[in-house]
Each structure stands twice: as structure tokens, then as C-alpha cells.
């Protein structure tokens, strides 16, 4: 027993090497732990917005509530404001064509956003009114908005890109129309207009008047142009009591300048041509206003409503030419000036007396004829 306790008692002889992996083994920090997080719940659905715009592009009204409300009632009366503003940016629009032709992308922009939003929200809505077993009302939508579409698509090829291409020409120079050209003639006393009505051409004419103080008569020979310019040189005419005199022909809106004369003559072998007014990508109720706008302009000028009535029946791409008679009746020309004949000579008698007249350094007869006949031309 005490032999059992003795050798409990011994100490435990242990190597260096092992004493110190003891203690190596102590001083080790414990062992570390990771714990892996529960799993996050999944994030809430977003909310989508409840504003009106968005909430009828998804075409959650309503099927009633999406056409008749948000598509006619809302998208018109948004949609003519924005045409009624327009048409008040555009008032001097024929003087400023780029504010013109930015104001009309705007407008077209606008109209284009409209009835996509609106035809989509109600197409939408068609649709789940259909799911809801209601077939007949949810496709007699869809093909309004279908007829809708189409329209637009109409409207955008044969009116907006034809404006908005005539108003880029009107900026570019008017290129289409022919070029124009001043003379002063009669030592000042005649100021000659030829050629195309094109954008600018009041401003020109308005300084050849301001630089001549002489000036009695406008002369004219052009197949017309930018209406709104035309205008503009009939105000300068009437203004300063001037008289008009056409040589040629004189049609379109060059007639409105010939309007404005005091005096308005005519040579015995001049024309002048009336139509309609035209501009592309006019629509049919455009045309019908520009029509009646041209019939009060004419009426204006002291013409009878038969005649104003008369000179628009002829198409853009027309001419009417009344008689010298008709013209003389409605007072649209005051006189009809007919050149005197030549007077008959010898033949002997003309030929020595164009050799005369180039030994001496002068105009042969023909050339002094003509030059009598045009001084004799109304002043």
C-alpha cells in the first residue's frame, strides 16, 4: 500500500522537448469561431408611383376613366393649349422663320408625346378590359386608338416635315425661287423690281426707296413669291402715293404689290395672273382659312367680292388671267397703256439715216423709238 502511494507520488519525469511544446501548446490563443449569419430576408417590392401620368401609362384606370378622361379630355385641352401658343409665337413667324420653325417642332413634339402616352395608357386598359370578359368595348378602343396612330403618322409625313422643310427653305435663301434684281431708271424717277418674292426682299426694297427721293413708279415683272413680303412692299408703296406699272406678267403675289400703286398701269401686251395661296404641308382647313384670308386682302384693295372670289378659284399650281377689260371694270388697273406705232419711213430714207446716226455717234431710229415709247411709259 505504501509502496502504491510512494510511486503515485513520484514526479513524472518529462524531456525539454516536451516541456516546452507544453507550454507552447498553453500560451496558444484558443482557436477561433465563425458563425454564419442568418440569410436576409428578400427586399420589400418597390412601390410604383401613383401619380396620374404613370398610373395611366400602365393603364391601371379604367377603361372609361383612360379614353374618355385622360385620352380626349386632358390630351386635347393640353394639346390645343399648347397649339394656341404656338399660333401666338407664330404671329410674326413669317418675319423670324427660325423662332418659327422652333416653335413648330415644339408644338409637333408635343402633340406626338400626347398621343403616345395617351394611346398606350388606353391601349393598356383595353387590354385588361378585355381579360375581364368585356370584348366589344376593349377592341372598339383598340381600333380607335389603332385610327388614332395612324393619323399621327399622316399628319407628321404630309404636314409637319413639309412646314417644317418650307420654313428650312425660307431661312436658306428661298433657293426654289427665282433670283431678283433692282434697276433705277428715268434718272431716278423709276425704280425697276424683277425676278422672285423671296424672304428679305421688303427690307431690300425699303432701302432702295429710302435712297431715292425721286422715285413715281414701280415697275414690275415677277412671277410672285413669299406672300407676307409682298405685302410688306404694297405697305412701302402705298405709303409714299407711289404708282405701279407691269410691262410683263405679274402674277401671284406680285399682284399684291401692283395692288398697293395709286396708279396701277398696265402695257397693252402685260398679264396678270391671280391663284391660290399655297404653302407645303398646308392642311385642307389651313388652305380654306388662307383662301378667305386672300379674298379680305383683295376686297381691302377696293376689288368687289366676285372678283376676290374669282382670282382664288384657280389651284397653287394654276393661273388665272382675266381680261384687260374685267381689269379696267373692277378698277384693278387704272389705265392700259398701248405704245404709239412707229411711224412709217422710206427704206432709203432709214438706212442713210442709221449710217447718220452711227457716223455721228448716236442711237440708230429702232433704238431711239424704243427709248421714246419707254419715256413715254407712265411716270
Known sequence: MSNALTLAAEPVETSAANHGAEQAVAAAPPPLSFMVPAPLPPPLPRRPSQNVIARHWRGEFSLARSYWINYLVVGTSFGLAVGLLGAAINLGGVEQPVRWLISLGLTWSVII???????????????????AGKRFWGTTAKVTIALGALHLVYSVVFAAIPQSLGIIEIVAGDARLATHQFKVLNNGTMLDFSGGISF???????????????????????????IAEAQKISDLIKARGLSTY????????????????????????????FHQPYFRGMTAA????????????????????????????????????P?????????????????????????????????AARAAGTPPPSLQVTRTLFQGAPQ
Not at 377696293?302 to 372678283?307: I, K, T, V
Not at 384693278?332 to 432709214?350: H, L, Q
Open 323 to 355: 381680261e384687260q377689260s374685267e381689269l379696267l371694270r373692277e378698277r384693278v388697273v387704272t389705265s392700259i397703256f398701248t405704245p404709239p406705232p412707229p411711224k412709217p419711213v422710206a427704206a432709203s430714207a432709214s438706212a442713210q439715216s442709221a449710217t
Open 286 to 321: 389651313e388652305q380654306r382659312i388662307s383662301i378667305a384670308r386672300e379674298q379680305d386682302r383683295l376686297r381691302n384693295f377696293g376689288l368687289s367680292n366676285d372678283f376676290a372670289e374669282r382670282a382664288n378659284t384657280a389651284g397653287p399650281s394654276g393661273m388665272w388671267f
Open 113 to 131: 408625346l400626347l398621343t403616345v402616352w395617351g394611346g398606350v395608357g388606353v391601349w393598356r386598359a383595353a387590354t385588361a378590359y378585355r381579360r
Open 200 to 226: 428679305g426682299t421688303a427690307k431690300e426694297f425699303e432701302t432702295m426707296l429710302k435712297a431715292m427721293d425721286n422715285v413715281r413708279t414701280v415697275r414690275l415683272n415677277s412671277n410672285g413669291g413669299r
Open 246 to 273: 407691269v410691262t410683263h406678267q405679274c402674277a401671284s403675289a406680285c399682284t399684291i404689290i401692283f395692288l398697293g400703286g395709286k396708279q396701277r398701269h398696265l402695257h397693252a401686251d402685260a398679264k396678270l395672273g
